[in-house]
């Protein structure tokens, strides 16, 4: 492999395998989205809690589902096209290696790109899947929330639900994101330079749209006001705050 390719391939799993550290690191400092979407997941099941029907939630929580799954087919089908071109011998190298806007390769050379593409929509298929049954694990803990259950009680509830859903969001995040670096992963069969320029820009859009997009500021925002706003009990919570009933018999 060319000098050349490895410093590309080099970046780019350092842009891969180092993005979340980095947002994270990031995150200490300054608000991100990621870090403003966990403070509203957690103050959503909150006030899930402590509504007296818990519908509008398990709705809220299906759709979230149905696209993971629309993204997850999505994923195989690339997948499945991807391994297609990888292992259809021959006969599927013979048919692309005259395209004139790939780079010279040899054949080895060609399935180690592409291979690449295939591993980054792996793993965000692998992610799309654990976001899925991490989203059914808190359909099951909104179904069984104790809605008539002392306050105390109802918080600490609150704070269990919000740890399934959180990284349940955050893996169906992190296989939106593979998308990105299977896009960037693509960029190298065009050559080693479109690749380290793909890998930088997606990088760079990444980190922006967490930091600097319309909707990092309005999540902020959000943020912002549910914190300085209390969760309030309705009326079905009344009946904890009335003293017990006195026997008069």
Partial sequence: MPIIDIIALALFAFAWLFYEPLLKRLGEGSNLI???????RRRWMQEMAVREIALLDGQLLGHAINS????????????????GVLFGGDSA????????????????????????????????????????????????AIGATPMWAPPEVLTEYAEAAGGI???ALS?????????????????????????MAATLGALLLLVWR????????????????????????????????????????
């Fill in 171 to 195: 893996a169906f995040n992190a296989g939106v994101r593979g998308y990105y670096f299977a896009l960037a992963a693509a960029a190298w069969l065009l050559g080693p330079w479109a690749f």
């Fill in 165 to 167: 859903l959180n990284p």
């Fill in 68 to 83: 993971a799954s629309f993204f997850a087919s999505s994923n195989l089908i690339l997948i499945a096209a991807a391994a």
């Fill in 34 to 40: 990621n870090t403003d979407m966990t403070v509203i």
């Fill in 93 to 140: 190298w013979k048919s692309i290696e005259g395209l004139a806007v790939l780079a010279p390769a040899s054949e080895l050379m060609f399935q180690v790109k592409l291979g690449m593409v295939l591993l980054a929509l792996a793993r965000g298929l692998l992610d799309f899947i654990w976001a899925i049954r991490q989203m059914n694990y808190c359909l099951a």
């Fill in 210 to 249: 967490q930091r600097r997009s319309r909707a990092s500021t309005a999540v902020r925002k959000v943020r912002q006001i549910l914190e300085r706003t209390p969760v309030m009990h309705g009326p079905h919570m009344e009946h904890h705050k009335k003293p017990p009933p006195v026997d008069t018999l």
